[in-house]
T-cell receptor, first 116, second 110 residues
Framework: GAVVSQHPSWVICKSGTSVKIECRSL??????MFWYRQFPKQSLMLMATSNEGSKATYEQGVEKDKFLINHASLTLSTLTVTSAHPEDSSFYIC????????????FGPGTRLTVL | KQEVTQIPAALSVPEGENLVLNCSFT??????LQWFRQDPGKGLTSLLLIQSSQREQTSGRLNASLDKSSGRSTLYIAASQPGDSATYLCAVNGNNRLAFGKGNQVVVIP
């Protein structure tokens, strides 16, 4: 299957700082990528859909000014958590849809964010 | 809004037993359904993808069935092994958006 990477795999930061997470499709071009958040023992919740070359579509309740998404190329999407607070601590996972592979999404390994 | 429920939330079985994991969803208008495996603190590994037109998919010891009209899918894992211990997530794809269940947390006892 297609491979999706994320960087960093974990990050610890102080409250008030901004953190950038990268999501890359390694062996295919992804016009659409997705960002999810997962709290302990909870389901994955879709935060936003990232479309190459256009603005992201955010789910209801997700602050677009707090979670900045950029999808500048067909292989890279970034999520920036701005002015992070402890309640933003979570597991962030991205996925990418291979346009040649039907509607299957391929997931990255996730990024553990801890805000002190 | 699509609601996905997975039952049981957690189960423990002795090695060698067959596993049966259930997933139900409220909106039958779906493109496909996927089963994933997630190990603690890790990302998702895709196990099986069933298109809406299909009834089942098989890969090795894994078999997943789909009954779209009743909004149900079942994942069967034959002859379970300790390495099968993980959380199994069901995800329903409707309108190119995945809705996830909370998962079935499985422990296989040696």
């Amino acid at each position: 299957g297609a491979v999706v990477s994320q960087h960093p795999s974990w990050v610890i930061c102080k409250s008030g700082t901004s953190v950038k997470i990268e999501c890359r499709s390694l062996d295919f071009q992804a016009t659409t990528m997705f960002w999810y958040r997962q709290f302990p023992k909870q389901s994955l919740m879709l935060m936003a859909t990232s479309n190459e070359g256009s603005k992201a579509t955010y789910e209801q309740g997700v602050e677009k000014d707090k979670f900045l998404i950029n999808h500048a190329s067909l292989t890279l999407s970034t999520l920036t958590v701005t002015s992070a607070h402890p309640e933003d601590s979570s597991f962030y996972i991205c996925s990418a849809r291979d346009p040649t592979g039907g509607n299957e999404q391929f997931f990255g390994p996730g990024t553990r964010l801890t805000v002190l | 809004k699509q609601e996905v429920t997975q039952i049981p939330a957690a189960l423990s079985v002795p090695e060698g037993e067959n596993l049966v994991l259930n997933c139900s969803f409220t909106d039958s208008a779906i493109y496909n359904l996927q089963w994933f495996r997630q190990d603690p603190g890790k990302g998702l590994t895709s196990l099986l993808l069933i298109q809406s037109s299909q009834r089942e998919q098989t890969s090795g010891r894994l078999n997943a069935s789909l009954d779209k009209s009743s909004g149900r899918s079942t994942l069967y894992i034959a002859a379970s092994q300790p390495g099968d211990s993980a959380t199994y997530l069901c995800a329903v794809n409707g309108n190119n958006r995945l809705a996830f269940g909370k998962g079935n947390q499985v422990v296989v006892i040696p």
